[in-house]
Structures are given as C-alpha cells and as structure tokens.
C-alpha cells in the first residue's frame, strides 16, 4: 500500500511537473498574443471591452 502510493504520488508530481509549466506558457502565449487587436494590430487594453474596431 505504502509503495503504491508512493508510485501515485511520483506520477502526480510528473504530471504536474510537466502539464503545469506546458500550461502556463500556453495561458502566457494566448496572453500575450491577445495584448492587440486580431483584425487591425491595436493594443485591446485602449479599447473599450465589446467594441472592436
Ligand atoms: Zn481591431
């Protein structure tokens, strides 16, 4: 039982090892590319939220 757990528990931190940093960056990627405007290149912080130009 002991051992099994301990299995589970290095497994979890290889998870959470790989997928949490792989996560991040990807929220940081779409973040980041999200800053301007997909159709005309302006900052989206200038804009009022709903209103694309
Ligand atoms: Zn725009």
């Known amino acids: 039982m002991k051992a099994k ?7 979890v931190a290889l998870i959470f090892g790989g997928l ?6 990807g929220l940081l990627a ?3 590319k999200s800053r301007w405007c997909p159709h005309c290149g302006q900052p989206t912080q200038a804009l ?4 694309d130009g």
Do not use: M, N, Y
Request: hydrophobic fraction near 55%.
């Open 5 to 11: 757990v301990l299995v589970v528990s290095e497994v």
């Open 48 to 51: 009022p939220q709903g209103q």
């Open 20 to 25: 949490v940093p792989g996560f991040l960056l």
């Open 30 to 32: 779409f973040r980041v």
